[in-house]
């Protein structure tokens, strides 16, 4: 099931996730990423904005940690595709950045 966005009005978004066969522990992970990406984007002063931004990075990371595709792959493979996927996401981020392309979705 893909992500549901609705906006019952301009300041509220409701997000409908299927979680189903989801441990709790990435169910609290997805609530926490969201939870870092709204204070992250509503800081008021830099030190909040810099340890929200870094701790929302930091999730983003786990998040690919804790995926299915890594979890399935540790059984069958010894190659380390979280390390892996985590180092690309770095690697195109730094690219975006050096280009002065980072992308913006604005609607």
Same mark, same amino acid.
Request: one cysteine or more; hydrophobic letters at 35%.
């Given at each position: 099931?893909?992500?549901?966005?609705?906006?019952?009005?301009?300041?509220?978004?409701?997000?409908?996730?299927?979680? *189903?066969? &989801?441990?709790?522990?990435?169910?609290?992970?997805? !609530?926490?990423?969201?939870?870092?990406?709204?204070?992250? =984007? /509503?800081?008021?002063?830099?030190?909040?904005?810099?340890?929200?931004?870094? *701790?929302? &990075?930091?999730?983003?990371?786990?998040?690919?940690? !804790?995926?299915?595709?890594?979890?399935?792959?540790?059984? =069958? /493979?010894?190659?380390?595709?979280?390390?892996?996927?985590?180092?690309?996401?770095?690697?195109?981020?730094?690219?975006?950045?050096?280009?002065? !392309?980072?992308?913006?979705?604005?609607?």
């Amino acid at each position: 099931m893909l992500p549901i966005f609705k906006t019952s009005n301009t300041k509220n978004i409701t997000i409908d996730l299927d979680t *189903e066969g &989801m441990p709790p522990e990435k169910v609290r992970l997805i !609530k926490t990423t969201v939870a870092e990406l709204t204070k992250t =984007l /509503s800081a008021e002063n830099e030190k909040s904005f810099f340890n929200h931004s870094a *701790e929302f &990075m930091r999730l983003c990371a786990c998040i690919i940690q !804790k995926s299915q595709f890594v979890q399935e792959q540790e059984a =069958l /493979s010894s190659i380390p595709f979280n390390e892996q996927a985590i180092e690309y996401s770095i690697d195109v981020l730094q690219e975006h950045l050096e280009k002065q !392309k980072v992308v913006h979705y604005d609607n």
